[in-house]
């Protein structure tokens, strides 16, 4: 339902601003969401028992083969919590790691919302071809967080049931 109407270049021209000030905004504003937001469970982040602790995410969509090309966006903005490898091991570590996950997902679903305002002063197929960007750029990161925080949560739980008893024999899977 296009409603304006813009020469074919300023077209582009605009869409690629649009999508620049979308993205960083959302990012931006996720980043000055504090740490207490992302303690609160909502619906959204906790793992659903059909994704089988993030396993599912692996087993249908071979997350390990693509995981290494999908860049961090904390060295584009040169603000956030890296999350590309594990550095540490450390409870305190691991909790704000698990945090980040969150603020990861939340972003990139954010980031799909703007694609349905390019209907605008987008021709129908350039509106979808805009929807269809914002869901292949963000889906594979949200699937990513959604694969990781359960592996992390799982050795956080153990390295606190360990350190609650630290004579546990550590469980083998």
Do not use: C
């Amino acid at each position: 339902m296009q409603l304006i109407e813009f020469p074919m270049i300023w077209t582009i021209i605009i869409d690629s601003i649009a999508w620049a000030i979308f993205q960083l905004s959302i990012s931006y504003f996720t980043l000055s969401l504090s740490e207490n937001y992302f303690q609160k469970q909502t619906f959204i982040y906790p793992a659903r028992k059909w994704e089988n602790e993030g396993q599912f995410w692996q087993t249908h969509f071979s997350i390990k083969k693509w995981a290494k090309i999908i860049p961090d966006g904390t060295r584009i903005l040169k603000k956030g919590f890296y999350k590309k490898n594990l550095q540490q091991k450390e409870a305190n570590y691991l909790e704000t790691f698990i945090l980040e996950t969150k603020r990861a997902e939340l972003t990139h679903w954010l980031s799909i919302l703007p694609s349905f305002l390019f209907f605008l002063w987008n021709p129908v197929w350039v509106g979808w071809i805009m929807v269809i960007y914002a869901l292949v750029f963000n889906i594979p990161i949200i699937l990513l967080q959604r694969y990781n925080r359960p592996r992390l949560e799982r050795v956080l739980k153990r390295k606190n049931a360990r350190q609650k008893n630290p004579l546990m024999l550590l469980k083998v899977e």
